[in-house]
């Protein structure tokens, strides 16, 4: 089992960037396909960003694609996004996820644990 924390939460205005870290402790991320997801009030938890195993490959939600970068560091069990103009859309609670199926999962159902969540503001 792995036990993941996010961090790097906070309020920004539009056009303005923030980095998430999301850390692993019990069992080592190059195991897991890593995502974010997120959540705003009311609605369902979306998909953000997915990257794979060894960070080769990354795939994006059109609404976040040129502007949130993934990456993961397996050494240091970490995984990052990288978030650019930032707009008031983007305001939710962001997740992040680990899933051990192979290649570049972006479905909920296909993973396995949730960090808590990290608070993101956008401001206009």
């Known amino acids: 089992q792995v036990l993941l924390v996010e961090s790097g939460g906070g309020s920004v205005q539009t056009g303005g960037s923030l980095k998430l870290s999301c850390a692993a402790s019990?069992?080592?991320?190059?195991?897991?396909?890593m995502a974010w997801f997120r959540q705003a009030p009311g609605k369902e938890r979306d998909f953000v960003g997915a990257i794979d195993r060894n960070g080769g490959s990354t795939f994006y939600a059109d609404s976040v694609k040129g502007r949130f970068t993934i990456s993961r560091d397996n050494a240091k069990n970490t995984v990052t996004l990288q978030m650019n103009s930032l707009k008031p859309e983007d305001t939710a609670v962001y997740y992040c996820a680990a899933s051990t199926l192979m290649g570049l999962p972006t479905t909920r159902e296909t993973f396995q644990y949730w960090g808590q969540g990290t608070q993101v503001t956008v401001s206009s």
């Open positions: 019990g069992r080592t991320l190059r195991s897991y396909a």
